[in-house]
Antibody, heavy 119, light 107 residues
Framework: QVRLAESGGGVVQPGGSLRLSCATS????????MHWVRQAPGKGLEWVAF????????YYADSVKGRFTISRDNPKNTVYLHMYSLTAEDTAVYYC????????????WGQGTMVTVSS | DIQMTQSPSSLSASVGDRVTITCRAS??????LNWYQHRPGKAPSLLIY???SLQRGVPSRFSGSRSGTEFTLIISSLQPEDFATYYC?????????FGPGTKVSIK
């Protein structure tokens, strides 16, 4: 069974940093791209970042470009989201999601981890 | 960036009703359009990919179609577990933008 489990969320001060992790199991992690998506309180889903199966390319939403970095460790079946210069607008539940094989679609999601940016 | 709009933003319906949700892209995205269901407190789930392909395990009452830059999600007979928010997402170009969502609630 495919499983994704996010961790690393918490409360951080404005301007601070945080690293989210997404541990995966049940599929050949090194064959699939991975996404991060977030949902701010009372808002809709916002796509954040994507990394190719081999880590060769990464893509970001304009709202996080230059502040967030997506990375992966294929031997550990884990994808990360490094977040810097956080602001209150980054407060959200952060989900990791697995990419579909033949088309770009988010076919399996984790339960999410909450990040609160507040002083 | 490609902008996605959805209509309606919310609707009230009864069990057994046919529900139609529309999503429009600001430019051509061919069939690179996915639909997701999101229940409160749960992880989102993929319903439809490539505009009209039903994800494995999703009930056949869900269907998707495309006409140009307009995409439609239809729930043929609404069930109690279908009360949720539905999002479209384009994956034609980065950033892979979501629509603002359509909340389906009980009448």
């Amino acid at each position: 069974q495919v499983r994704l489990a996010e961790s690393g969320g918490g409360v951080v001060q404005p301007g601070g940093s945080l690293r989210l992790s997404c541990a995966t199991s049940g599929f050949s992690f090194n064959k699939y791209g991975m996404h991060w998506v977030r949902q701010a309180p009372g808002k809709g889903l916002e796509w954040v970042a994507f990394i190719r199966f081999d880590g060769s390319q990464t893509y970001y939403a304009d709202s996080v470009k230059g502040r967030f970095t997506i990375s992966r460790d294929n031997p550990k079946n884990t994808v990360y989201l490094h977040m810097y210069s956080l602001t209150a607008e980054d407060t959200a539940v952060y989900y990791c999601a697995k990419d579909y094989f033949s088309v770009t679609a988010l076919d399996v999601w984790g339960q999410g981890t909450m990040v609160t940016v507040s002083s | 960036d490609i902008q996605m709009t959805q209509s309606p933003s919310s609707l009230s319906a009864s069990v057994g009703d046919r529900v139609t949700i529309t999503c429009r892209a600001s430019q051509s995205i061919t069939t690179d359009l996915n639909w997701y269901q999101h229940r409160p407190g749960k992880a989102p789930s993929l319903l439809i990919y490539s505009a009209s392909s039903l994800q494995r395990g999703v009930p056949s009452r869900f269907s998707g179609s495309r006409s140009g830059t307009e995409f439609t999600l239809i729930i043929s007979s609404l069930q109690p577990e279908d009360f949720a928010t539905y999002y479209c997402q384009q994956t034609y170009n980065v950033p892979f933008t979501f629509g603002p969502g359509t909340k389906v609630s009980i009448k």
